[in-house]
């Protein structure tokens, strides 16, 4: 490549110069000299602007070869922070990598049909030290499945008219005889209302209500705001879910409690094989302490289950009842279960927007991980349930624990039967109940 530039400036140098200053050699030594130096001149100069014109010809054919014979694949100009557009924008993704892998952004994914089955990866963490500020509706990996709320809160709920499973010293009446029997209403607030019958005495048990949904769900995302929950001795409010065949299909006790109690509790009641890795709440990761041991399984633990009480005074009872109540959420995903609760000063904007996201919501109250206890396994076609039963298996036994004494009367049953005034506070208000999956 180089000789022929050479040979090529020479011929052209020659052409230029020589046939134009022929007569020279004629000339007088002196003339010649001269002469000489003006073909000096103008050969330097055509060959200056020559050679520039060949840098220019040249370094564009060199140019365009590299371009040519790159790897068209390869990345150039990768800084630190990602990749850059022309504009100057960063394309790095929230975890500093470029953009987003199949795997991390199908994290939080969501998959439901019309079965109500809803499979989800992502973790209920303790790590996060306050619920996240913001939430949009994109942005959140679950979806509404159902939503209660309002005038048209009790469609949707079958009316439980058996006798009570618990042993409780109530009946359980249907939605007509409910109506009729000022039990249920939407108030001015557009709150439902559940409430026990305050009729002085009774013959027998007291009315009362319990419903449960039509729809049935295999994990998901449970949400309820209610504003007042059932209090006082005798009473035993729930809201919780179960599956069928008792205890196949698993139960998820979300809000619980009897009599007087100030602390919430949640457990889960299972098959045989179902425990719970630690009793330890640091190493639950969960802001409750462990009751009753780490075997969940209903039948070999007297149905106590894996419990978990909260530490807050106002997660039930008269003390959530004087803080305009709160959100508890349920969240049941393939890796395990888990339940918050928010006060009503304190719910997640993202929550109270309809896109839940539970990884900003910081620790949960109770966290039964997969470990020991797959819920694909012990879990299956949950209903959600309200009732208020009162006396039963567990505030009847547990009356002599400040009850008997406070209310002077020696015997649940009797304070149910004679007592009705007594029942005044035992309703629920629920702003709504909305399952996400």
């Keep these: 490549m180089r000789l022929n530039v050479h040979l090529s400036i020479l011929v052209f140098l020659l052409v230029n110069t020589v046939p134009s200053d022929a007569n020279l050699l004629a000339r007088s030594s002196d003339s010649l000299m001269k002469a000489a130096k003006r073909v000096h001149r103008r050969a330097a100069k055509r060959s200056a602007g020559l050679a520039k014109d060949l840098r220019r010809a040249f370094n564009g054919m060199l140019f365009q070869q590299q371009l040519d014979t790159s790897n068209p694949q390869q990345v150039y100009c990768v800084s630190g922070g990602g990749l850059k557009s022309s504009s100057g924008s960063s394309d790095t993704g929230s975890n500093g990598t470029s953009g987003s892998s199949p795997a991390s952004s199908a994290s939080g994914s ?131 879910s179960n599956g069928p065949n008792w205890p196949a299909g698993g139960e998820i006790d979300i809000v619980e409690g009897v009599n007087t109690n100030a602390d919430n509790q949640a457990t889960i009641h299972t098959n045989h094989g179902c425990t719970i890795p630690s009793s330890s709440s640091s190493a639950l990761g969960i802001s409750g302490n462990v009751v009753g041991g780490t075997n969940c399984a209903a039948l070999e633990t007297g149905n106590a289950g894996c419990g978990m009480v909260a530490t807050q005074s106002n997660t039930y009872g008269a003390g959530f009842n004087s803080n305009g109540g709160g959100v508890y959420a349920m969240q049941w995903v393939d890796s395990g279960i888990s339940v918050w609760f928010f006060p009503r000063n304190s719910i997640p904007s993202d929550l109270s927007a309809g896109a839940p996201q539970p990884d900003g919501w910081g620790t949960p109250m109770a966290h039964w991980p997969a470990t020991n206890c797959n819920p694909s ?61």
């Design 110 to 240: 969501a998959s439901a049909g019309s079965s109500g089955t809803a499979k989800h990866s992502s973790t209920a963490s303790g790590s996060a030290s306050s619920p996240s500020p913001t939430g949009s509706a994109s942005s959140s990996p679950w979806k509404l499945f159902k939503s209660y709320q309002g005038e048209t809160f009790f469609d949707g709920w079958d009316f439980f008219t058996a006798d009570d499973p618990t042993h409780g010293t109530v009946q359980y009446v249907d939605r007509n005889t409910a109506n009729s029997s000022n039990l249920i209403d939407i108030n001015s607030d557009g709150h439902a209302i559940m409430r026990v019958e305050t009729t002085g005495q009774v013959s027998g048990n007291r009315k009362s209500v319990r419903i449960t949904t039509t729809a049935t769900y295999t994990g998901a995302l449970v949400v309820l705001d209610a504003v007042h929950m059932p209090t006082g001795c005798a009473t035993w409010p729930a809201f919780w």
């Design 377 to 437: 396994q012990f879990f299956s076609d949950h209903s959600a349930i309200f009732d208020t039963t009162l006396c039963g298996d567990w505030a009847g036994n547990a009356w002599n624990d400040g009850c008997a004494a406070s209310t002077g009367v020696s015997t649940c049953e009797d304070y149910v039967k004679n007592h009705g005034s007594a029942f005044s506070d035992a309703y629920w208000e629920v702003n709504y109940v909305k399952v996400y999956q």
